[in-house]
């Protein structure tokens, strides 16, 4: 596969700087693993503070062009981009698997995800409307523009290599903006061959970049440069409140798209079978490593029993194995670190009284791979129910009224997505304005799509991602009065 994405030109391991493909100028590499091998795919261009900062001047002279072309221009160019992701959605899907561990049906739905971002705000390029505002005063006239933020830099994570850096960076080009992409060093591969793509699309020199290696060098490079006028970030809570208080220095616009900690709320009065099919969805996409995955499945007392036996059925039916493997549904976490956190707060959960109902151990193909697993009678107040446990691993806690299942789904600090199952209409109502989350999913496990706002309360994140308002974001708004008409 590798020889393939080689001679596909898909499989570039320099970084992208003002349209050339260019080496850390030090010449350091880093090497890029396969989670479910060990192998390595490839090795990259490890940059840092200078690289980083060539790219942002490379965006910030771009950006005079760019944000100057029509909105039909960059919007034809971004619908270029978006057929070329799709028409490579076998090769980006592999790489993703390669990279990440994702079984590569989920690696292909990925690049359909991502690439709906690219078309979506290639059609919201043209919408970006003003206003006319009634004057107070008779010889004035009031007018509001939306325009470009500016340079904007995009940190992503490992999790979706592909529709992470779609979903900022569609917006962000659709507006006008230009974009430092930092990819996560364990999943670079992704976001240069769909920078590839870009340019093969018509999307000029400089517009997008790509650098990546040491994190901190970089994202300082892009916080303390007054020319970046926004940072969009999507990974952990520590990260983000990090780069949110150093952009404070410059006073950049900031996105957060941080931790979620998941209730997925199961009521006496819900469909079993529509319950146990949307949780089992929500909890075991991309092995648990998501920040919309269920992190606490809470079950009304009624149906406790009957659910969690036929929950741990349906999770014992799933195959774990390598992503290219026909069949497989779960592959490996992304590494090593990732298996501890799991087995330390499955430790602390057991040790604290929770019982085992399936898995709890890693898998016999060794490497990073996980048991999928289910525990029950977890108290709130347990490791694995505060924090999130990104791997595949399913706390189930009991719950006796509807009160009770709203008190613990809000007590925590995040409020990304919530889920709850119920076949009550009143309920359903009741409870999704109770929950102090972005995302609601009634009955339902997979909510994501690039025409709804995706993003946080509390602590889980700021502004919001896709649909309409995620252009908001990417845009200044310009007050103009004319006086003495
Ligand atoms: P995760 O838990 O998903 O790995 P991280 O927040 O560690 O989340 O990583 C998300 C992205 O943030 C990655 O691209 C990573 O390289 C980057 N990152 C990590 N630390 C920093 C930092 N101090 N400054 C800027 N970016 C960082």
Redesign the pocket.
Known sequence: IVDRLKSSGLLQTKGLIGGKWTDAYDGKTIEVNNPASGDVIASVACMGERETKDAISSAYDAFSHWSKLTANDRSSRLRNWYNLLLQHKEELGQLITLEQGKPLKEAIGEVGYGASFIEFFAEEAKRIYGDIIPSTLSDRRLFVLKQPVGVVAA?????FPLAMIARKVGPALACGCTVVI?????TPLTALAAAELALQSGIPPGVLNVVMGD??K???A??ESPQVRKIT????T???K??MA?AADTVKKVSLEL?GNAPCIVFDDADLEVAIKGSLATKFRNSGQTCVCANRILVQEGIYEKFTKAFSDAVQNLKVGNGLSEGVSQGPL?NEAAVKKVESFVEDAVSKGAKLLLGGKRHSLGMSFYEPTVIGDVKNEMLIAQQEV?GPVAPVLRFKTEEEAIQIANDTNAGLAAYIFTNSIKRSWRVSEALEYGIVGVNEGLVSTEVAPFGGFKQSGLGREGSKYGMDDYLEIKYICMGNM
């Open positions: 940190i992503t994570p490992w999790n930092k990819p996560s060093e364990l994190a901190i970089i994202g300082t892009l916080t970030f999507t990974g952990s520590a990260v983000g990090k780069l150093g931790g992304i990104f």
